[in-house]
């Protein structure tokens, strides 16, 4: 069955059609017939939608920051007609669409798009979870390339992760800014200025010049001193233009440092004012009050010397000595780290729509290397996630095997978790699964499994039967089959020994997953499916326990 929403303004009419009414909030005016009946939109769901332009508006067009989502439409030959289909894929949040009518917004839909595989607290869990691992690695690099400044780090920091990691970037250029005032760096200025002649000591070749010429009509005028230079009358002015040489404090460093913290002060004002227009929430009242107090906190650092000797407003390119010399390379780095949490927290407020098969293989990968570090009772390697340059640091999920984690074992083996490692040859086509651990062990062939984290779901009846829950669909656990045997080595063996497909399910009895065809097959087959979410990790943790200590 299939239902219409119209909303209706004195310039448009937009008549969106799906399988259930909509719940759209308008901006601009306008009648809306579903108001209070509708619902939210879901995810990967395709909705029609037609917008028509009325008397005296000649086009009509329809907008969103991702262009993808209005891939789907189209507009008529003169342009008064919109026509086509918006699919929300698995994305959710709030999805707002501008309808402009002549080039200017007549109205503006917002409806929020409701996860249909998992509820939207496992959402917000999986986003929390995501934001404060990386947040705790964060520390965890920090300390590593400023020693004593960083704050204890752990394996991830709870609650708000970008709003600790600013806090203690904070705290960490306070103490690295403490040291550089003690004894800051500073130039040579170089400047010119009118000063009394017979005060100047060091003339400049330029003012020596322009004393050598004979002056005697100027001595006669009474414009200068009379003086004899080498049998000639000269007239040296009473004031003279002359270069001098002072030290300063208003250096690139102290100009770059300075510009980072007016922008965070100015990004920590617009995270407050867009904290204060969500939705209330439990924990707002500690949010607004942490970045009241880190705006403070920034205030405070702009007062102290020699940041307030730089001239605001630019941001030189890092130099040598801001990543060499002591005192500064630590306030580098912590800047870095500060633009980062930063670039955490302003995401999080601005991203209006959120792509749950990135954030589900994001969320999964880093809760496979986590559950690898408790197993193997050995903390995670930052430097594998994090690179520093020029413009802040940056999570880096570096691909292929290259770049794996990497977990010691006792008797000298290793355990190994590579993301989106790829196989070339010699199959007909690469292979890249997205996860793949290796243990080996000495004397041991090595054991390779393939983890590939599939945000799609089967639950018709038909396939709650087969498997005794609901399942990745057929294609999914195909390619779990194709993974097993087109990865093979250069004699042409299978190397992959199984092939584990994670995926969005909470069981509402947890025995349904070990009696499942798919938990069982993994050990007979080799290939098989675990349900993965933020309350159902049991089942993951204890047969990565079994793999990695195998």
Known sequence: MTHTT???TERVRVEWRGPHPVAFEVEGGGTHDHAEGGTPLREETTYSVLVQAK??????????????????VQASADGRTIHGTISTRSHVGTLRLDIEADGERALVLSAEVAPTKIDAAAVAQMRDEVEGAVAGLALRYLRATTQPAAPEP????EGSGWLRLVEAALHLLDRALAEIARAPQSDIQRTTTVQRTDAIRRPDPALVRALRAPTRRDVARGTGTPMRVANRVVSVPHRARARQTERTLDTPEHRWLRSV?????????ALHQAETQRRPYARRALHLEALNRAAGRVRALLRLNPLTAATPGTRPAPTLRLRRARGYRTAYEAAQVLR????????????SLVDLAALYEQWTYLTVAQMLADVLAQPLDAQRFFVADAVGLHLRLRQGHPHALRFPLGDGGTVRLAYQPRFGRPALLPQRPDLLLTVEHPGQPPRRIVLDAKYRRDDSAATTRRYGLPAPPADALADLHRYRDAIRDARGQRIINQAVALYPFAPDDVAQVETSRLWQSI????????????QTKQHLHAWLRGAALM
């Open 523 to 534: 050990g007979t087959l080799g290939v098989g499916a675990i349900p993965v979410l933020p």
């Open 154 to 157: 752990t394996s991830r920091v």
């Open 6 to 8: 119209v909303v209706e």
């Open 261 to 269: 913290l007016d922008q965070t002060h100015g990004e920590l004002q």
């Open 340 to 351: 980062f949490g930063l670039d955490l927290g302003v995401g999080r407020l601005r991203v």
């Open 55 to 72: 008397d005296a508006v000649g086009s009509v067009a329809v907008r969103h920051p991702d262009p993808v989502v209005t891939a789907g």
